[in-house]
């Protein structure tokens, strides 16, 4: 739990090479409600679609919470909701905060991670900066959200990398997002 939030784990955020039952044993472990399953363009991961709730991506196409409000807004299902990612909002020099504010009655869940923010000379780096070394105020974002009400899950993304010692670094990211919470709250 992150306050009164369930609090979640990136499924890849975990030694692939384990089975279902230890990365499941590995998150109860490590304190996590639940371990998210990841969607992406590998066969066995797209085979996986089965929702409706799309998340803030890092491409322009949907960058942001008000983009995808203009979408609700077109389709007008009450499944159509968002999943936003605090990092990909960042990464896209938006202002994360204005943006939650603007969604939150659209808001199922939220995805923290850390990204660095495009500049002229190189693209944004969207994955793989380790918590605090990037440019999200996270302590700032769950302020905002505590404030607006949110009620929903949060979830830590993450990726493991071959040799990496996942255990101590999902162990870290939590501490880390843990203390950004209670300052967060704190505001």
Not at 44 to 51: D, F, M, N, P
Not at 162 to 187: H, N, P, S, T
Request: charged fraction near 30%.
């Amino acid at each position: 739990m992150l306050g009164d939030h369930l609090l979640g784990i990136y499924e890849k955020a975990l030694d692939a090479g384990d089975d279902w039952y230890q990365r499941m044993e590995m998150a109860r472990e490590l304190g996590f409600d639940f371990l998210e399953i990841s969607i992406d363009e590998s066969e066995e991961r797209l085979s996986r679609i089965y929702g409706s709730d799309p998340e803030i991506m890092d491409i322009e196409l949907m960058n942001c919470i008000r983009k995808h409000l203009s979408y609700e807004e077109k389709i007008g299902s009450p499944w159509y909701k968002v999943y936003p990612d605090v990092g990909n909002i960042a990464a896209w020099w938006l202002d994360p905060l204005s943006d939650l504010e603007a969604g939150i009655h659209s808001i199922v869940g939220v995805h923290l991670k850390d990204t660095l923010c495009r500049t002229s000379e190189k693209p944004g780096v969207f994955r793989d900066i380790p918590f605090g070394q990037g440019y999200v105020d996270f302590a700032a974002c769950l302020g905002k959200l505590e404030e607006l009400g949110y009620t929903g899950p949060y979830m830590i993304e993450m990726w493991h990398k071959e040799g990496q010692d996942d255990r101590m670094l999902v162990r870290e990211a939590k501490a880390f997002i843990e203390e950004q919470y209670e300052k967060g709250v704190k505001r």
